[in-house]
C-alpha cells in the first residue's frame, strides 16, 4: 500500500514541476489561492476565538483550534499550491529521482511567493473592511506579542512539528479514499498543530499581516526572525521527519 501512495506522490510533484516550468503563471495563481483558503481559516478561527475570548478563552482556543482545519481541506479539496505540502511533495521527487533539486527550489520559492501575495491581499481585505475590528484587535493583543518573543530554536522546532503534521494531513487526503475519511483526519491532525501551539509559516503571512495593519508595527525584525526560523522548521518537519522515512519505508529503498 505505501508504495502505491509513493507513485501517487511521485506523480504529483512531476506534474507540479511540469506546471510550474511550462505554465508558471497559473502555477503562481494556485499558490494565490493556497495563501487566499489559510487566510479563510485564519478568520472564521480567529473571529471564533476572539468571540469567546472575554468570557470562555479555553473553549475559544479550542473552537478556533478545530476550525482552522478547513484550511487543509480547501487546499485539497479546491487545489492550490500550498508552500508546506510542497516541502514533502518536492522533497519526494528528489528522492526518488522523478524531479530534480532545481524543481523543488523552483516550486517552493514561485508557492512560497505566492501563498505570501495570497494571504496578504486577503488578509488586508479583513482588516480593510473593518468587520469584527475591535474584536480582532483586542484577540491579536492578548498573543500577538507572545507568539513573536519566541526564541530560534523554539520557532524551528515548532515549525518542524507543525509541517510533521501538515505534511501527514496532506498525505492521509492522498492515502483515504472517501471525502469523509480524509475530512475527520484531516481534522483531527491540523487541530493537533494548532491548539499544541506550533508555527506554520503560510499561516503566520496573513497573521502578521492582520497584526500590523490592526496595531502598527508588531515589530519588523521580529516578524523576519519569525518567518526564517519558521520556514527552516517547516522545510525539515515536512521534507525530511515525515518524506524521508515514508522512502526509506518503501519497497524501492
Not at 475530512?183 to 494548532?194: E, H, Q, R, S, Y
Not at 523576519?224 to 522515512?245: D, E, M, R, W, Y
Request: hydrophobic share 55%; proline share 2%; aromatic share 12%.
Amino acid at each position: 500500500m505505501l508504495d502505491k501512495d509513493l507513485e501517487v506522490m511521485k506523480t504529483a510533484a512531476f506534474n507540479k514541476a511540469d506546471i510550474c516550468n511550462n505554465h508558471l503563471g497559473k502555477y503562481f495563481v494556485r499558490a494565490i489561492m493556497a495563501g487566499f483558503f489559510i487566510v479563510v481559516a485564519t478568520i472564521l478561527s480567529n473571529v471564533t476565538a476572539a468571540v469567546l475570548y472575554p468570557t470562555y478563552p479555553q473553549f475559544g482556543k479550542l473552537l478556533g483550534a478545530i476550525f482552522f482545519s478547513i484550511a487543509i481541506i480547501l487546499v485539497v479539496f479546491i487545489g492550490g499550491e500550498l508552500f508546506t505540502g510542497n516541502n514533502m511533495v518536492m522533497a519526494m521527487g528528489v528522492y526518488t529521482k522523478t524531479c530534480k533539486v532545481s524543481d523543488l527550489v523552483k516550486t517552493w520559492v514561485v508557492s512560497y511567493i505566492g501563498n505570501f501575495v495570497g494571504s496578504f491581499i486577503l488578509g488586508a481585505l479583513l482588516v480593510l473592511s473593518n468587520a469584527s475590528h475591535q474584536l480582532l484587535v483586542d484577540y491579536y493583543k492578548s498573543f500577538i506579542y507572545t507568539k513573536l518573543s519566541a526564541t530560534p530554536m523554539e520557532l524551528f522546532i515548532r515549525g518542524v512539528m507543525c509541517n510533521f503534521l501538515v505534511c501527514l494531513a496532506v498525505y492521509t487526503g492522498m492515502k483515504l479514499k472517501s471525502e469523509s475519511g480524509k475530512m475527520i483526519m484531516m481534522f483531527c491532525i491540523i487541530t493537533a498543530f494548532v491548539i499544541a501551539g506550533f508555527e506554520h509559516c503560510v499561516a503566520n503571512m496573513g497573521t502578521f499581516t492582520i497584526g500590523y495593519m490592526l496595531l502598527g508595527d508588531i515589530g519588523t525584525m521580529a516578524v523576519i526572525k519569525s518567518q526564517i526560523f519558521v520556514t527552516l522548521g517547516n522545510i525539515v518537519g515536512g521534507a525530511v521527519l515525515l518524506t524521508l522515512p515514508l522512502k526509506l519505508m518503501s519497497a524501492e529503498h
